[in-house]
């Protein structure tokens, strides 16, 4: 008897430790999606109720050329930004861990203090310095190209600028995810390698690079994931133009929620946008780690 009351009250216990979570994430994540989900088969407004369309909103997404140019779009960002920003992190993380002492700390406070600044400030900062009249990176360019160039509003260079700014800006976290894997190497591993001879491109390939590994899955997949998301940097610096050029589909969520008041249509785009985030992010995921295990 004693050991059913015991049982119950170690459940009741349970039971009030776990439910302020649950209701917490019923609340601010469950009851958001199935909103979401009831909202993309109506023409409901942003705010107010809407009359039943079953799969109008999918049926139109999916003739819409605009979608389209915004999955290509978001596609593009994403090679321009995942794979870069991976081998500038690990680079960076590289040349910081054979530092030591104020350097290495004075050269991460500078690698990491764009990551803690707003995104309004980082792209004031950038807009700023490429300023088609007054911005100091203009000389750089001209050097380059033969003359000056308004990136935000040429189509060929609008997603490569904004891919930098945000390279730039988020790398700061890469890197110490990447430094934190370096530190959690064994040192014996790369005494006893280099007492055999090894050197250090084969400390390299053959130590660090496989103990790495998970934190290079995890930094591939985290950056996936934000990246798909972009629309900050898009809306502050280009609005997605020049001609629809940096024209992403959270600007398209945006634009038709808060600008012309489809909610429902707004609503079937974040869902496929949704699902497009996970299944992408999962394959990706699910080949990292098969990858991972021949090394």
């Known amino acids: 008897m004693a050991m059913i009351r015991n049982k119950a009250r170690h459940r009741l216990v349970a039971v009030s430790l776990i439910l302020p979570y649950v209701a917490i994430f019923a609340l601010v994540f469950a009851y958001p999606v199935i909103e979401v989900v009831r909202m993309s088969f109506t023409n409901a407004p942003l705010i107010g109720g809407g009359e039943w369309i079953g799969l109008g909103n999918y049926i ?14 978001n596609g593009y960002f994403v090679l321009l930004t995942v794979i870069p920003t991976t081998v500038i992190a690990l680079a960076i993380a590289l040349a910081v861990n054979r530092l030591s002492g104020r350097m290495q700390a004075l050269v991460l406070v500078m690698f990491f203090t764009p990551y803690v600044l707003p995104v309004s400030v980082v792209t004031q900062i950038w807009a700023w310095m490429l300023d088609f009249q007054f911005g100091i990176l203009q000389p750089v360019i001209e050097f380059f190209t033969g003359k000056p160039v308004p990136v935000f509003k040429n189509p060929n260079w609008v997603m490569p600028t904004v891919a930098t700014v ?3 800006w988020t790398n700061g976290f890469n890197v ?6 370096l530190r959690n190497i064994p040192t014996e591993l790369y005494e ?4 055999d001879g090894a050197t250090r491109r084969q400390l390299f390939w053959r130590i660090t690079w496989p103990l ?3 934190v290079t899955a995890l930094v591939l997949t ?11 940097q898009i809306y502050l610096l280009s609005q ?5 050029s940096s024209y992403v589909l959270l600007l398209m969520v945006y634009r038709e929620a808060f600008q012309l008041n489809h909610g429902g249509y707004a609503a ?3 869902l496929v946008l949704f699902l497009l985030i996970v299944v992408i992010s999962v394959l990706q995921f699910q080949i990292l780690r098969i990858g991972g295990k021949g090394k």
């Open 60 to 73: 139109r997404l999916f003739s819409d050329k605009l979608f389209y140019t915004s999955v290509v779009n």
């Open 192 to 195: 006893a390698a280099a007492l």
């Open 268 to 270: 079937a785009i974040s």
């Open 212 to 214: 790495l590994w998970p």
């Open 176 to 181: 110490l995810l990447f430094l934190a894997g």
């Open 166 to 168: 945000t390279i730039w």
């Open 240 to 244: 997605g133009g020049p001609f629809n």
């Open 222 to 232: 985290l950056q996936l994931i934000l990246q798909l998301k972009i629309f900050d």
